[in-house]
């Protein structure tokens, strides 16, 4: 089945640090990956919607300049969260869309931890 | 405004219960209609999913109720087993467009009991 993986699955920084979180479709090519947000017993917010090859559009609200997200290839999107602080300590979760199915599949998502 | 309400907000069942897990949408132009299973530290996994022109789906213990005049959906979990315990998510989306956003409702913690 279609399968995705983020990496890491855990990171701690330090304040003012930058992080980057990786999202793999590993068995299918996805041409939009899309970025998620959710915090303790809450709800996914959609951070950005990405597009292989372009540039990611991003939901209102959402900074591009301190969410950086980059989808190079078919399988492979980048979240980097520039000069992180706590209040950006989340659950970040990617999704990719299976451009055969028009399915969407989640990866197992990244805890970020911001000191 | 996108939006999809989902009730109730947790739920408690025994073993062997049937719980349901209601949601409402109000943009009609949504046509995609996915339940995603959530346990704790993990991503969402799709469970079950419908289209709006047919009025129910079945997959295993799980089945969706879809009232299109209503705008409703709702979840069924027959049988329910302790295994079952996660959060639930519905979600809606426009399968049509390009980006086939979903929007996600709030979520039900669901527990199941011995």
């Known amino acids: 089945g279609a399968v995705v993986s983020q990496h890491p699955s855990w990171v701690i920084c330090k304040s003012g640090t930058s992080v980057k979180i990786e999202c793999r479709s590993l068995?299918?090519?996805?041409?939009?990956m899309f970025w998620y947000r959710q915090f303790p017993k809450q709800s996914l917010m959609l951070m950005a919607t990405?597009?292989?090859?372009?540039?990611?559009?991003?939901e209102q609200g959402v900074e591009k300049d301190k969410f950086l997200i980059n989808h190079a290839s078919l399988t492979l999107s980048t979240l980097t969260v520039t000069s992180a602080h706590p209040e950006d300590s989340s659950f970040y979760i990617c999704?990719?869309?299976?451009?055969?199915?028009?399915?969407?599949?989640f990866g197992p998502g990244t805890r970020l931890t911001v000191l | 405004q996108q939006q999809v309400k989902q009730s109730p907000q947790s739920l408690i069942v025994q073993k062997g219960g049937i719980p349901i897990i209601n949601c409402a949408y109000e943009n009609t132009a949504f046509d995609y209609f996915p339940w995603y299973q959530q346990f704790p530290g993990k991503g969402p996994a799709l469970l079950i999913a419908i289209r709006p022109d047919v009025s129910e789906k079945k997959e295993g213990r799980f089945t969706i109720s879809f009232n299109k005049s209503a705008k409703q959906f709702s979840l069924h979990i027959m049988d329910s087993q302790p295994g079952d315990s996660a959060t639930y998510f519905c979600a809606a989306s426009i399968r049509t467009g390009t980006a086939s956003k979903l929007t996600f409702g709030t979520g039900t913690r669901l527990q199941v009991t011995l």
């Open positions: 068995d299918f090519q996805a041409t939009t």
């Open positions: 990405s597009n292989e090859g372009s540039k990611a559009t991003y």
């Open positions: 999704s990719a869309r299976d451009r055969v199915h028009n399915e969407q599949f």
